[in-house]
Protein backbone atom coordinates (compact mmCIF):
# COMPACT_ATOMS: atom_id res chain seq x y z
CA UNK A 1 0.00 0.00 0.00
CA UNK A 2 1.34 3.37 -0.70
CA UNK A 3 1.71 5.70 2.19
CA UNK A 4 0.20 9.43 1.38
CA UNK A 5 4.19 10.38 1.66
CA UNK A 6 5.14 8.57 -1.49
CA UNK A 7 2.07 9.84 -3.29
CA UNK A 8 3.00 13.21 -2.45
CA UNK A 9 6.78 12.86 -3.64
CA UNK A 10 5.59 11.14 -6.88
CA UNK A 11 3.45 13.84 -7.41
CA UNK A 12 6.08 16.70 -6.76
CA UNK A 13 8.17 14.38 -8.97
CA UNK A 14 6.25 14.32 -12.20
CA UNK A 15 5.29 17.97 -11.54
CA UNK A 16 8.53 18.87 -11.94
CA UNK A 17 9.54 16.41 -14.67
CA UNK A 18 6.59 18.49 -16.19
CA UNK A 19 8.54 22.08 -16.08
CA UNK A 20 11.54 20.65 -16.72
CA UNK A 21 11.14 19.00 -19.39
CA UNK A 22 8.65 21.97 -20.68
CA UNK A 23 11.98 24.75 -19.96
CA UNK A 24 14.50 22.50 -22.44
CA UNK A 25 11.87 22.79 -25.41
CA UNK A 26 10.69 25.88 -27.22
CA UNK A 27 7.15 25.99 -27.70
CA UNK A 28 5.36 27.34 -31.08
CA UNK A 29 4.40 30.65 -29.47
CA UNK A 30 8.18 31.23 -28.71
CA UNK A 31 9.23 30.57 -32.24
CA UNK A 32 6.81 32.86 -33.47
CA UNK A 33 7.16 35.31 -31.43
CA UNK A 34 10.99 35.54 -32.13
CA UNK A 35 10.06 36.04 -35.84
CA UNK A 36 9.80 34.13 -39.19
CA UNK A 37 12.01 30.60 -38.76
CA UNK A 38 14.83 31.07 -41.44
CA UNK A 39 14.65 28.91 -44.40
CA UNK A 40 17.95 27.14 -45.06
CA UNK A 41 18.97 27.83 -48.99
CA UNK A 42 19.88 24.56 -50.82
CA UNK A 43 23.73 24.24 -51.48
CA UNK A 44 23.74 24.33 -55.24
CA UNK A 45 24.11 21.08 -57.08
CA UNK A 46 27.34 20.31 -58.70
CA UNK A 47 27.16 18.48 -62.10
CA UNK A 48 28.02 14.91 -62.05
CA UNK A 49 31.00 14.11 -64.63
CA UNK A 50 32.73 11.23 -65.34
CA UNK A 51 36.43 10.73 -64.34
CA UNK A 52 38.73 10.95 -67.13
CA UNK A 53 39.60 7.82 -68.95
CA UNK A 54 41.72 5.27 -67.20
CA UNK A 55 40.67 6.78 -63.63
CA UNK A 56 37.64 4.36 -63.06
CA UNK A 57 37.55 1.10 -62.10
CA UNK A 58 33.98 0.82 -62.65
CA UNK A 59 33.70 2.63 -66.06
CA UNK A 60 36.36 0.13 -67.37
CA UNK A 61 34.73 -2.86 -65.91
CA UNK A 62 31.55 -1.56 -67.76
CA UNK A 63 33.83 -0.99 -71.00
CA UNK A 64 34.98 -4.84 -70.65
CA UNK A 65 31.86 -5.94 -69.99
CA UNK A 66 30.22 -4.90 -73.42
CA UNK A 67 33.35 -6.03 -75.45
CA UNK A 68 32.67 -9.56 -74.15
CA UNK A 69 29.24 -9.74 -74.93
CA UNK A 70 29.15 -8.23 -78.58
CA UNK A 71 29.52 -4.16 -78.63
CA UNK A 72 27.19 -3.17 -81.49
CA UNK A 73 23.62 -5.62 -80.76
CA UNK A 74 22.70 -3.71 -77.65
CA UNK A 75 19.90 -6.18 -77.58
CA UNK A 76 22.77 -9.21 -76.93
CA UNK A 77 24.12 -7.25 -74.04
CA UNK A 78 21.09 -6.69 -72.31
CA UNK A 79 20.42 -9.65 -72.06
CA UNK A 80 23.98 -10.76 -70.46
CA UNK A 81 23.22 -8.29 -68.02
CA UNK A 82 20.04 -9.82 -66.85
CA UNK A 83 22.47 -12.53 -66.20
CA UNK A 84 25.13 -10.98 -64.31
CA UNK A 85 24.85 -12.14 -60.82
CA UNK A 86 25.90 -9.26 -58.95
CA UNK A 87 22.65 -6.92 -58.32
CA UNK A 88 24.38 -3.36 -57.89
CA UNK A 89 26.47 -4.26 -61.44
CA UNK A 90 23.16 -6.14 -63.02
CA UNK A 91 21.32 -2.30 -61.84
CA UNK A 92 24.68 0.00 -63.06
CA UNK A 93 24.87 -1.68 -66.31
CA UNK A 94 21.35 -1.65 -67.42
CA UNK A 95 21.14 1.70 -66.30
CA UNK A 96 24.38 2.70 -68.78
CA UNK A 97 22.48 0.15 -71.49
CA UNK A 98 19.75 1.97 -71.48
CA UNK A 99 20.72 5.75 -71.32
CA UNK A 100 23.21 4.74 -74.38
CA UNK A 101 20.61 2.77 -76.21
CA UNK A 102 17.95 6.09 -76.30
CA UNK A 103 21.12 8.03 -78.19
CA UNK A 104 21.76 5.41 -80.74
CA UNK A 105 18.11 3.86 -81.52
CA UNK A 106 15.03 4.52 -78.36
CA UNK A 107 12.40 2.83 -80.72
CA UNK A 108 14.59 -0.02 -81.43
CA UNK A 109 15.20 -0.17 -77.52
CA UNK A 110 11.62 0.96 -76.28
CA UNK A 111 10.23 -2.56 -78.43
CA UNK A 112 12.73 -4.75 -77.30
CA UNK A 113 12.04 -4.00 -73.62
CA UNK A 114 7.93 -4.15 -74.23
CA UNK A 115 8.87 -7.66 -75.27
CA UNK A 116 11.59 -8.89 -73.30
CA UNK A 117 11.77 -7.01 -69.77
CA UNK A 118 8.91 -4.94 -69.41
CA UNK A 119 9.40 -3.22 -66.01
CA UNK A 120 12.46 -0.98 -67.43
CA UNK A 121 10.24 0.66 -70.31
CA UNK A 122 9.77 3.45 -67.87
CA UNK A 123 13.51 4.20 -67.19
CA UNK A 124 14.01 4.36 -71.04
CA UNK A 125 10.79 6.34 -70.95
CA UNK A 126 12.39 9.05 -68.92
CA UNK A 127 15.86 9.13 -71.02
CA UNK A 128 14.09 9.15 -73.77
CA UNK A 129 11.72 12.22 -72.50
CA UNK A 130 15.10 14.05 -71.36
CA UNK A 131 16.84 13.54 -74.93
CA UNK A 132 13.83 14.13 -77.44
CA UNK A 133 10.57 14.81 -75.52
CA UNK A 134 8.52 14.88 -78.27
CA UNK A 135 10.03 12.12 -80.57
CA UNK A 136 9.07 9.73 -77.73
CA UNK A 137 5.79 10.85 -76.64
CA UNK A 138 4.85 10.64 -80.98
CA UNK A 139 6.25 7.48 -81.10
CA UNK A 140 4.75 6.07 -77.49
CA UNK A 141 1.20 7.30 -78.52
CA UNK A 142 1.12 5.41 -82.25
CA UNK A 143 2.75 2.57 -80.31
CA UNK A 144 -0.85 1.17 -78.71
CA UNK A 145 -2.14 0.84 -75.82
CA UNK A 146 0.34 -0.88 -73.76
CA UNK A 147 3.26 1.00 -75.03
CA UNK A 148 0.62 4.31 -74.37
CA UNK A 149 0.15 2.66 -70.11
CA UNK A 150 3.80 3.27 -70.07
CA UNK A 151 3.38 7.01 -69.93
CA UNK A 152 0.94 7.14 -67.30
CA UNK A 153 3.93 6.53 -64.91
CA UNK A 154 5.76 9.55 -65.89
CA UNK A 155 3.29 11.79 -66.35
CA UNK A 156 5.39 14.82 -64.19
CA UNK A 157 8.01 13.82 -66.71
CA UNK A 158 5.82 15.28 -69.42
CA UNK A 159 4.78 17.98 -67.87
CA UNK A 160 8.13 19.30 -67.11
CA UNK A 161 9.94 18.49 -70.66
CA UNK A 162 6.77 18.89 -72.94
CA UNK A 163 4.18 20.64 -71.05
CA UNK A 164 2.33 21.06 -74.46
CA UNK A 165 1.63 17.59 -74.67
CA UNK A 166 0.21 16.64 -71.55
CA UNK A 167 -2.98 17.38 -72.50
CA UNK A 168 -2.65 14.96 -75.63
CA UNK A 169 -0.59 12.40 -73.11
CA UNK A 170 -3.34 12.20 -70.79
CA UNK A 171 -6.15 12.06 -73.36
CA UNK A 172 -4.60 9.41 -75.02
CA UNK A 173 -4.08 7.02 -71.84
CA UNK A 174 -5.54 3.78 -72.00
Known sequence: MLSPARVIVFALCVTAGYFAASGLTTSSLTIHSRGPVPTPTPAPVEELTAPPDGQSAFLAEWARFRQEHGEADLSTVYLAIKDEKDAFRRRAFRSALIAEWV???????????????????????????RLDPDGAITTILASGDKAKGGLRGVLSEVARLAPTRLAEVVSALP
Open 103 to 129: TRDPKVAFTFLQQKDNGQTGQLIREWL
